[in-house]
């Protein structure tokens, strides 16, 4: 595999640039032309940015990664890959330890599946169990669990190291002690799913958590005289998870988020279930019946909402209609700052040399025109 992609506006160093870009072997080099006679692919004026990263995301077209075999979760990355994300992470919802260890399996299976037609999958996010119930959302609440390194441990294990993300609520005994050990098995720690007072959610993060989970959903709120979690949130540097669906966060919520935090400190996720990518209907989040209606997710039993039906590349727009900021300035939550926290932004997440060949073309509307997985066309 050895061409060269010309006359596109290369995103480098936060701004387009009339570039030309050499793939060779699945890789990156950027260069001002292409020799002649070399094999070329015409990007025809388009943009090219790198590839989005989603990492928390629980199913689409009618796969539930609680439920999904290897090649389930092959069919939610080529759905993934035609929207323009090109690595993922699986979120496990809380669920019983059998079904999690069988969930841990099929991830390590993945990799033995068949085609590269799919977005990478780059590992687990464990929704919990570690979490409160008075903020649980969709987790079974029979389900949760006080802080167990031990278990945690466990799972590690067993997932040989695929586990990258765990979300935690800080006041759940026990926790505040995990987030270390977490760090130490290589896990980033997210923080949500939470009634945190401001002085157990600035414990976590002191002691090693990275980010807050789907900010602003399923947690206690900023009061003046208790700032709480979300207090602790808005002050710190961790990340912030947004779900920019219009429905979990407002147009103007987004840009409260994004004015308080920056857009560097800001990571576009979908949360997305089973649902996204096809009509209302009922559905199924881990073991809870769903309800979808106008696009909207939510527990048929409570009506609480549950995940989303949203996509990246619907996100990416969205963005840019709640906010009005240019997509340069946009672009790095879809894709640096998620390379950045997985610590995998030596690789993805950028266009520079030696970066993998991950690319989108968006075209003027920023609508997804062509997609790129370590080189190879998948759209």
Same mark, same amino acid.
């Given at each position: 595999?050895?061409?060269?992609?010309?006359? *596109?506006?290369?995103? /480098?160093?936060?701004?387009?640039?009339?570039?030309?870009?050499?793939?060779?072997?699945?890789?990156?080099?950027? %260069?001002?032309?292409?020799?002649?006679?070399?094999?070329?692919?015409?990007?025809?004026?388009?943009?090219?940015? !790198?590839?989005?990263?989603?990492?928390?995301?629980?199913?689409?077209?009618?796969?539930?990664?609680?439920?999904?075999?290897?090649?389930?979760?092959?069919?939610?990355?080529?759905?993934?890959?035609?929207?323009?994300?090109?690595?993922?992470?699986?979120?496990?919802?809380?669920?019983?330890?059998?079904?999690?260890?069988?969930?841990?399996?099929?991830?390590?299976?993945?990799?033995?599946?068949?085609?590269?037609?799919?977005?990478?999958?780059?590992?687990?996010?464990?929704?919990?169990?570690?979490?409160?119930?008075?903020?649980?959302?969709?987790? !079974?609440?029979?389900?949760?669990?006080?802080?167990?390194?031990?278990?945690?441990?466990?799972?590690?294990?067993?997932?040989?190291?695929?586990?990258?993300?765990?979300?935690?609520?800080?006041?759940?005994?026990?926790?505040?002690?995990?987030?270390?050990?977490?760090?130490?098995?290589?896990?980033?720690? *997210?923080?949500?799913?939470?009634?945190?007072?401001?002085?157990?959610?600035?414990?976590?993060?002191?002691?090693?958590?990275?980010? %807050?989970?789907?900010?602003?959903?399923?947690?206690?709120?900023?009061?003046? /005289?208790?700032?709480?979690?979300?207090?602790?949130?808005?002050?710190?540097?961790?990340?912030?998870?947004?779900?920019?669906?219009?429905? /979990?966060?407002?147009? *103007?919520? $987004?840009?409260?988020?994004?004015?308080?935090?920056?857009?560097?400190?800001?990571?576009?996720?979908?949360?997305?279930?089973?649902?996204?990518?096809?009509?209302?209907?009922?559905?199924?989040?881990?073991?809870?019946?769903?309800?979808?209606?106008?696009?909207?997710?939510?527990?048929?039993?409570?009506?609480?909402?549950?995940?989303?039906?949203?996509?990246?590349?619907?996100?990416?727009?969205?963005?840019?209609?709640?906010?009005?900021?240019?997509?340069?300035?946009?672009?790095?939550?879809?894709?640096?700052?998620?390379?950045?926290?997985?610590?995998?932004?030596?690789?993805?997440?950028?266009?520079?040399?030696?970066?993998?060949?991950?690319?989108?073309?968006?075209?003027?509307?920023?609508?997804?025109?062509?997609?790129? $997985?370590?080189?190879?066309?998948?759209?």
């Amino acid at each position: 595999m050895d061409y060269y992609i010309i006359n *596109g506006m290369v995103y /480098h160093d936060h701004t387009f640039q009339n570039r030309t870009l050499h793939i060779r072997d699945g890789k990156i080099e950027l %260069c001002a032309q292409a020799p002649a006679g070399a094999e070329t692919v015409d990007a025809a004026g388009k943009k090219i940015v !790198p590839g989005f990263i989603d990492i928390h995301t629980h199913g689409a077209v009618g796969v539930d990664v609680n439920g999904a075999t290897a090649e389930d979760l092959r069919k939610i990355g080529r759905f993934f890959a035609g929207n323009g994300t090109t690595a993922w992470l699986g979120s496990v919802l809380t669920d019983t330890v059998e079904q999690t260890e069988w969930c841990i399996d099929q991830f390590k299976a993945y990799d033995s599946v068949d085609g590269q037609d799919a977005a990478e999958l780059l590992g687990i996010h464990l929704e919990g169990p570690f979490l409160a119930s008075e903020y649980k959302g969709a987790m !079974p609440e029979h389900l949760l669990r006080q802080g167990d390194a031990e278990l945690l441990r466990h799972y590690q294990s067993l997932a040989e190291g695929k586990i990258r993300y765990l979300t935690v609520s800080p006041e759940v005994p026990g926790v505040s002690d995990m987030i270390p050990e977490a760090k130490k098995l290589g896990i980033l720690v *997210g923080i949500g799913h939470s009634g945190a007072t401001y002085a157990q959610a600035m414990e976590a993060i002191a002691k090693g958590a990275d980010l %807050c989970t789907h900010t602003f959903n399923a947690m206690r709120l900023f009061h003046q /005289h208790e700032p709480a979690i979300m207090g602790a949130v808005l002050e710190s540097d961790i990340f912030c998870e947004m779900i920019c669906d219009g429905l /979990h966060l407002v147009p *103007g919520t $987004v840009r409260m988020l994004t004015k308080l935090k920056g857009f560097e400190k800001c990571v576009a996720i979908t949360d997305s279930i089973m649902a996204a990518g096809l009509p209302d209907g009922d559905y199924h989040l881990g073991v809870n019946d769903v309800v979808v209606v106008d696009g909207d997710a939510k527990l048929a039993s409570t009506g609480v909402r549950a995940g989303s039906t949203l996509t990246q590349n619907r996100a990416l727009k969205n963005l840019l209609k709640f906010t009005g900021k240019p997509l340069e300035q946009i672009l790095p939550t879809l894709t640096e700052n998620p390379a950045k926290l997985l610590k995998l932004d030596h690789r993805i997440g950028y266009l520079n040399d030696g970066m993998d060949a991950d690319l989108v073309f968006l075209d003027e509307n920023a609508d997804v025109a062509s997609v790129f $997985v370590k080189g190879r066309q998948v759209k």
